[in-house]
């Protein structure tokens, strides 16, 4: 599963948490978002999912990246996604659908993207549902222009992991060497496919999450 998990990366011990009371509403509300304003670096900051084997990738993630470019058609973005796990770097390119401030794949399964409010101006908040034959899985994905964010943006970001039910984020260290530009990449969405049809894998990855819960702190 190596890495291709920041499209739809990163828990699975959601049961327990409570949405808090109120504010929820705003927190959660779409933002609207060019495809401008969608171009160029992102560097992968956290995130809370319950995409089998998430939660112990997370921790073994020590970088990620997207760097995401315009196409000849005006709704199609190319996303190349780089990310360092066991000391090694490796990269992921696939186009996706991007239109009314939503990002789609359809085939080989469906995910849809929407932006989330933050008061950080150079930051992505994403709420990202993919769905697999009959399985469902959900992510919150905290992007920035900057390795670093203040520690207002985190806390608002964990509030609205919160709001939606799902554990505490994961959140990379940032003190970590950025992968570089030049990884010859694999394509994405047949790799990430093969992943999300492969239940006894996500049988063993809910296995290992559970561990890497109770024992890694």
């Known amino acids: 599963m190596r890495c291709v998990a920041v499209v739809a990366v990163l828990s699975l011990l959601s049961s327990g948490h409570s949405a808090p009371v109120s504010g929820c509403d705003s927190l959660l509300k779409p933002i609207t978002l060019s495809n401008k304003g969608m171009l160029?670096?992102?560097?992968?900051?956290?995130?809370?999912?319950?995409?089998?084997?998430?939660?112990?990738?997370?921790?073994?993630?020590?970088?990620?990246?997207?760097?995401?470019?315009?196409?000849?058609?005006?709704?199609?973005?190319?996303?190349?996604q780089t990310q360092r796990m066991y000391g090694e770097c490796s990269s992921l390119i696939y186009n996706v659908t991007f239109e009314n401030s939503t990002m789609l794949i359809e085939q080989p399964f469906y995910l849809k993207e929407v932006y989330l409010t933050t008061d950080c101006s150079n930051c992505l908040v994403v709420h990202e549902e993919v769905i697999?034959?009959?399985?469902?899985?959900?992510?919150?994905?905290?992007?920035?222009?900057?390795?670093?964010?203040?520690?207002?943006?985190?806390?608002?970001?964990?509030?609205?992991?919160?709001?939606l039910r799902m554990p505490s984020p994961l959140m990379i260290d940032s003190n970590y060497e950025i992968c570089p530009d030049n990884i010859a990449p694999s394509e994405g969405l047949s790799a990430l496919n093969s992943l999300l049809e492969a239940k006894m894998g996500h049988r063993v990855a809910r296995i290992l999450d559970t561990l890497f819960d109770m024992f890694v702190n």
């Open 132 to 163: 697999s034959g009959k399985d469902t899985f959900t992510s919150l994905l905290l992007f920035s222009r900057t390795k670093t964010v203040s520690p207002v943006v985190l806390e608002m970001f964990n509030k609205q992991a919160e709001c």
């Open 40 to 80: 160029g670096r992102w560097l992968y900051i956290g995130g809370s999912s319950d995409l089998p084997g998430s939660r112990s990738l997370g921790r073994l993630l020590t970088s990620a990246w997207l760097d995401v470019t315009a196409t000849t058609q005006s709704n199609i973005l190319n996303l190349l």
